[in-house]
Nanobody, 115 residues
Framework: QVQLVESGGGLVQPGGSLRLSCAASGFVFSPDVMTWYRQAPGKEREMVATVSFINGSTYYADSVKGRFTISRDNAKNTVYLQMNSLKPEDTAVYYC????????WGQGTQVTVSS
């Protein structure tokens, strides 16, 4: 059974940093892609950053380019999201997503950016 477990969320002041982790278990083979999404109160879920486990290519939402960095550890089936220069508008529940034939979601981790 595939499980995605996120960690690393919390409360941080504007301008601060956080590092999210998402560990995937239960895959016989590595996922094809893993992605971070986020959902703020009253808003739709949006893609933040994605990384291919096949070739390492990455893609970012315009709102986080230059501030967030997604990376992966193929051996551990883990994806990370380094978030720098955080803004109040980054406040959301961050969800991990993985795809290999089927799609899988984590339970989410809260990120709050506030002074």
């Amino acid at each position: 059974q595939v499980q995605l477990v996120e960690s690393g969320g919390g409360l941080v002041q504007p301008g601060g940093s956080l590092r999210l982790s998402c560990a995937a278990s239960g895959f016989v083979f590595s996922p094809d892609v893993m992605t971070w999404y986020r959902q703020a109160p009253g808003k739709e879920r949006e893609m933040v950053a994605t990384v291919s486990f096949i070739n390492g290519s990455t893609y970012y939402a315009d709102s986080v380019k230059g501030r967030f960095t997604i990376s992966r550890d193929n051996a551990k089936n883990t994806v990370y999201l380094q978030m720098n220069s955080l803004k109040p508008e980054d406040t959301a529940v961050y969800y991990c997503y993985a795809r290999r034939r089927s799609i899988y979601w984590g339970q989410g981790t809260q990120v709050t950016v506030s002074s």
